[in-house]
């Protein structure tokens, strides 16, 4: 469930684990009065392999040039599109 960070007036700065769908909070649970739901920066944790270029490869791979072609998106080689 997502962290929301909230401003109080009176106490400050906290934060409340809420779901996605429930409504944003609009009074202080300590103090009542009103408060200003604040954007904070995400953090992103990535688990597992899978993530980086070598972490899929198996033993003996070896990388593909990126310039080799293979793509046909090279505009030196592509054809116009018909009705152009």
Avoid: W
């Avoid at 009065?33 to 899978?50: A, M, Y």
């Avoid at 972490?55 to 054809?79: W, Y």
């Amino acid at each position: 469930m997502p962290i929301y960070e909230y401003k109080c007036p009176k106490c400050g700065h906290f934060e409340v684990e809420q779901p996605i769908t429930a409504a944003a909070l609009e009074t202080c649970p300590k103090c009542g009065k009103p408060v200003k739901k604040l954007i904070s920066r995400s953090t992103v944790i990535f688990k597992g392999s899978g993530f980086y270029v070598t972490d899929n490869r198996k033993p003996g791979d070896k990388a593909k040039p990126s310039g080799d072609g293979d793509s046909g998106s090279d505009s030196k080689t592509s054809k116009p599109a018909a009705g152009a």
